[in-house]
């Protein structure tokens, strides 16, 4: 009895080594061959001859989002949502994460600077980074670049650039495409359905409120420090904080979600078949 017995018990052991070892050798589950890091150059090279010629570059940013909502916000954010647009597409890889964007003046600080954490980066040399990841994708073969950016501090200037690339490649099939959609879609659909929910544009708020919570809680709750938040007072301006999200669920967030996914993708099917 004692062999037997031993060996049922290695078994809990056994199982949890050979699930941690398809955990590590897995593809990312969800998202198969569609996330660029995740691929090796002759699987993208074959992927694009097989008709994946769109890339979507999701531009995020590291900020503060008050003291309930982690710094990394726009960045999972705009990674996540890219990911099921690019399901959705069906032609599509999404590029890794642009991070560092621009938040304002170091010194003295200006917009989010002043609060630790946040990180910033000059114009030029976020306007370059774009240029250059543009330029990176069409020599990789790529025929319709995407910006997505989910902070709108940039917005103008992922505009200038991708203007200033189509002027350069105005007698080659490639275009780059600064896609408004992706944000206006937070501003304007979302914040209408979440009046008609009977929020205040007080609670909704522009940053870190009801409406900029509940779309993280719907893509990665672990962002947010939920427990802490409905204890806590209103947060204010005093804390990076422009709205009340104190009521913000995944529910809410989800509204937005959808459309945003939804409406970004006939954008970019209507942009692309333009060109």
């Known amino acids: 009895m004692q062999p037997v017995f031993r060996r049922w018990c290695r078994l809990p052991f056994l199982l949890s080594v050979l699930l941690l070892s398809a955990a590590r050798?897995?593809?990312?589950?969800?998202?198969p061959g569609i996330r660029l890091q995740d691929l090796t150059w002759t699987e993208l090279?074959?992927?694009?001859?097989?008709?994946?010629?769109?890339?979507?570059?999701p531009i995020g940013g590291t900020e503060e989002n008050g003291p309930y909502m982690a710094l990394g916000k726009h960045n999972m954010r705009a990674f996540l949502l890219s990911q099921r647009i690019a399901l959705r597409l069906g032609n599509a890889i999404v590029a890794p994460v642009i991070a560092y964007v621009p938040e304002g003046h170091i010194h003295p600080p200006t917009g989010h600077m002043g609060f630790p954490g946040t990180i910033t980066i000059p114009v030029g040399a976020f306007e370059q980074t774009l240029e250059y990841a543009a330029r990176?994708?069409?020599q990789a073969g790529f025929r319709d670049i995407v910006f997505l950016g989910d902070h709108g501090g940039y917005q103008r200037y992922d505009s200038?650039?991708?203007?200033?690339?189509?002027?350069?490649?105005?007698?080659?099939?490639?275009?780059?495409?600064?896609?408004?959609?992706?944000?206006?879609?937070?501003?304007?659909?979302?914040?209408?359905?979440?009046?008609?929910?009977?929020?205040?544009?007080?609670?909704i708020g522009v940053h870190a409120g009801l409406a900029d919570t509940s779309l993280t809680l719907a893509l990665d709750p672990a962002m947010v420090r939920l427990r802490q938040l409905r204890s806590a007072p209103a947060p204010g301006p005093a804390q990076g904080v422009y709205g009340d999200p104190r009521r913000s669920s995944a529910a809410l967030g989800r509204i937005g979600v959808d459309a945003i996914i939804a409406r970004t993708v006939a954008a970019i099917r209507k942009d692309t078949a333009r060109r």
């Open 45 to 57: 090279r074959d992927d694009i001859r097989a008709g994946k010629t769109t890339i979507l570059v």
């Open 25 to 31: 050798t897995a593809p990312a589950a969800g998202y």
């Open 160 to 203: 200038v650039v991708a203007e200033r690339l189509n002027r350069r490649w105005a007698h080659t099939p490639v275009r780059a495409h600064a896609l408004r959609t992706y944000y206006r879609v937070t501003q304007t659909y979302y914040v209408r359905a979440l009046r008609r929910l009977g929020y205040s544009n007080r609670q």
């Open 136 to 138: 990176s994708f069409k």
